[in-house]
Every structure is written in structure tokens, then in C-alpha cells.
């Protein structure tokens, strides 16, 4: 497994005055630095020792979200009106309510 293909984001944090560097793997995980770029490479190398380290103790390494496969359905509660008026929408439109549903999270 790579360290490389994991989710990784750098924003600017306004309480630190420096980018952070964040993985969506590694919820503990982040680095600090002045400039972007520094950032996202201190947290690669840091996210690469911890999974060495994790490799070596035969603990279990998070597999990046980039890496799994997605069957594209889950299920969603929602209140009985909400789904009966989805229903009415999406026969007025002429769609099945999955489509309806699919277009309105897309967007």
C-alpha cells in the first residue's frame, strides 16, 4: 500500500498562522508549515512512518479511501412525508424516484 493514496487536504488555519496539512485516513494526524507545499510533504513523510510502524507491529493499516471500491448504494432514513412528496416529484417529472434522489445529491 502506498502512502501517496490517501486523501490528504491543506488549508489555511487562522488560529495557527501556517497551512495545515490533514488526511482523512489518519483523523489524528496533521503538520503545520508555512507555505502549502511544506505542509502536505511533512504530513506524507509523518503518514509513512506511522505506516511503517503499523506494517511492523502487524497492526491493521487504514486502506485509502482512493483504493476502495464503492457499490454506489446506501440506504437513507427519511421522514414518511419527505419520501411521498420525492414520489410525487418524481412522477410529475417522469423519472424513477433513485433518479430524482440521485440528481438532488449531485447537485
Do not use: C
Not at 495557527?16 to 505542509?39: G, M
Not at 486502506?63 to 421522514?79: H, K, T, V
Request: charged share 25%; net charge negative; aromatic share 8%.
Amino acid at each position: 500500500m502506498r502512502d501517496d493514496h490517501y486523501t490528504y487536504r491543506v488549508s489555511w488555519s487562522p488560529e495557527d498562522h501556517e497551512y495545515v496539512a490533514t488526511v482523512i485516513e489518519f483523523r489524528s494526524l496533521s503538520w503545520l508549515a508555512p507555505d502549502p507545499a511544506a505542509a502536505l510533504l511533512g504530513l506524507r513523510d509523518l503518514v509513512a512512518q506511522v505506516v511503517d510502524e503499523l506494517e511492523t507491529s502487524g497492526e491493521p493499516v487504514p486502506e485509502p479511501l482512493a483504493e476502495r471500491q464503492f457499490s454506489g448504494e446506501f440506504r437513507l432514513r427519511i421522514p414518511p412525508a419527505l419520501h411521498r412528496a420525492l414520489a410525487i416529484e418524481a412522477a410529475e417529472q417522469g423519472v424513477s424516484l433513485n433518479r430524482l434522489v440521485s440528481a438532488k445529491v449531485a447537485q
